[in-house]
């Protein structure tokens, strides 16, 4: 398998595993917390359980794919977050009527702002990861 097939298979695996948990714990956060304690709280709650199972989710897939330290594992990330982000905004038209444009202007508020800094931390961890 060429380093290419690679870190593409090892991106889609690593989003599907990182992405269905999200996918729980956001609804979580939207219909109970952020009511509770507010958006930014309820992200900040959230961000520490999704970054520690994304790091458990990229040593996984550094090992299954036996990803090079350098750029295959970078390219592995990236290609994690091209999916995450297309997905989610392909979300927040579905549930919520957003055009690509508001989810993007939406990131520029607090708690998408922490949201998004997690993101682009899940998109280096395998990099990380792979580095040993």
């Known amino acids: 398998m060429s380093g290419a097939t690679r870190a593409m298979r090892a991106a889609a695996s690593y989003w599907a595993a990182v992405f269905a948990l999200g996918f729980v714990l956001g609804t979580v956060r939207v219909l109970w917390v952020a009511p509770a304690l507010g958006l930014l709280p309820a992200t900040a709650l959230e961000l520490p359980v999704m970054l520690g199972a994304s790091w458990l ?15 295959e594992a970078l390219a592995a990330g990236a290609l994690a977050f091209a ?4 997905a989610e905004c392909a979300l927040a038209g579905v549930l919520s009527g957003q055009s690509p444009a508001q989810w993007l202007a939406g990131l520029a508020e607090p708690h998408a702002a922490l949201g998004l800094a997690g993101q682009v931390v899940f998109a280096l961890l395998p990099w990380r990861r792979a580095r040993g």
Do not use: D, E, I, Y
């Open 83 to 86: 999916l995450l982000m297309a």
């Open 57 to 71: 989710a990229a040593g996984w897939l550094v090992r299954r794919f036996g990803l090079a330290p350098g750029g």
